[in-house]
């Protein structure tokens, strides 16, 4: 796209109507932004289509970014929401994607911009904008479709409030044969101290501990967090019931999914955060917990056309 010096500045309103979203996408293509007229704002990298901002109407950040992460396509990004297709972590059992890499391959190939939509009324904290990214398998890298020879197609949409951040993802296969798939939403919460955070809503849940030789145990109370911290939550409540995030008491995070029954908590801390080339600063351990929304304990079978519907929303 030519960036010509003289070009009229985008309307913030127009007259009569009530004020907008703004949406733009970067002059090279690279990641579209959304502001809403109350000042929150995201930012999506159609690498991955990660979120990597979402920010408050005082320009706070609300998601973890590594300092060190890749934001020009050459890595899965360390921070944001990275999206985990068609498996999570690997699977070395599951004869369809033991051959793809780590979190699969949503996370590094590069999304369609669909669209955006809007939505405004009288009451301000009504307004929203919704950002639509599309995957399928033409998108695909050579190594990837031979690695995962499935026609399909992923529709994620992203969706901003003055208080929520919403994602949701639409699976569907569009081949004649069923696929076998995982997904998740591998979302990198900022805190100000992690030793002072608490997770409720996990209470009474099944987990694997991925730190402890893949045991499965039960979850006794709060979920408090003092050393490297990597466990697939099957809530027993279900995925209405909230995932709550608080820091010294007060409820900084509220998660609800939708058909999505898992939750992953992660934190690497100290050993595993400077063994990561990309994880920087090496204390940002301290400020980060990922909480997860995901299908991943076993898999989500798709037939011929058949379509798999999951989603979250984050309120603060
Ligand atoms: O380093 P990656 O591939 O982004 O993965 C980060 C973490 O992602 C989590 O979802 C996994 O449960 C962890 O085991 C993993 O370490």
Same mark, same amino acid.
């Given at each position: 796209m030519v960036d010509r010096p003289n070009k009229p500045a985008a309307l913030a309103t127009t007259p009569g109507l009530p004020p907008q979203a703004q949406v733009n996408i970067t002059h090279d293509n690279s990641r579209v932004n959304a502001v809403l007229p109350s000042g929150e704002s995201i930012e999506v990298l159609l690498y991955g289509a990660t979120v990597t901002s979402w920010k408050d109407r005082a320009g706070? =950040?609300?998601? %973890?970014?590594? *300092?060190?992460?890749? /934001?020009? +396509?050459?890595?899965?990004?360390?921070?944001?929401?990275? #999206?985990?297709?068609?498996?999570?972590?690997?699977? &070395? *059992?599951?004869?369809?994607?033991?051959?793809?890499?780590?979190? $699969?391959?949503?996370?590094?190939?590069? %999304?369609?911009?669909? +669209?955006?939509?809007?939505? =405004?009324?009288?009451? !301000?904290?009504?307004?929203?904008?919704?950002?639509?990214? $599309?995957?399928?398998?033409?998108?695909?890298? *050579? =190594?990837? !479709?031979? @690695?995962? &020879?499935?026609?399909?197609?992923?529709?994620?949409?992203?969706? @901003?409030? &003055? *208080?929520?951040? +919403?994602? +949701?993802?639409?699976?569907?296969?569009? $081949?004649?044969?069923?696929? =076998?798939?995982? @997904?998740?939403?591998?979302?990198? #919460?900022?805190? !100000?101290?992690?030793? !002072?955070?608490?997770?409720?809503? /996990?209470?009474?849940?099944d987990y694997v501990d991925k730190v402890d030789a893949a045991k499965t145990k039960k979850q006794s109370g709060t979920v408090t967090i003092s050393g490297e911290t990597d466990r697939v939550y099957t809530p027993a409540k279900g995925p209405s019931h909230p995932v709550v995030v608080s820091e010294g008491g007060a409820a900084t995070f509220t998660v609800v999914r939708d058909n999505l029954d898992d939750v992953v908590v992660w934190n690497p801390w100290i050993e595993k955060a400077a063994g990561m080339g990309d994880f920087e600063p090496k204390d940002g351990y301290k400020n980060m917990i990922c909480i997860e929304a995901g299908a991943v304990k076993g898999w989500q079978k798709l037939e011929a056309g058949d379509a798999f519907e999951g989603a979250q929303v984050i309120s603060v």
């Open positions: 706070n =950040e609300r998601l %973890w970014l590594s *300092d060190a992460a890749k /934001l020009d +396509g050459s890595k899965a990004v360390r921070g944001g929401i990275p #999206l985990v297709f068609p498996v999570f972590g690997t699977a &070395p *059992d599951h004869a369809a994607t033991s051959k793809l890499p780590q979190h $699969g391959f949503a996370r590094t190939s590069i %999304w369609e911009f669909m +669209g955006s939509s809007t939505s =405004e009324s009288t009451g !301000k904290s009504d307004n929203s904008v919704k950002l639509d990214f $599309g995957l399928s398998q033409s998108n695909l890298t *050579d =190594e990837s !479709k031979k @690695l995962w &020879p499935h026609p399909f197609s992923l529709q994620y949409s992203v969706t @901003l409030t &003055p *208080d929520s951040l +919403g994602t +949701g993802m639409v699976i569907t296969n569009q $081949g004649d044969q069923p696929f =076998e798939a995982q @997904l998740l939403m591998h979302t990198y #919460l900022r805190v !100000k101290d992690i030793t !002072k955070v608490s997770v409720t809503g /996990l209470e009474e849940s």
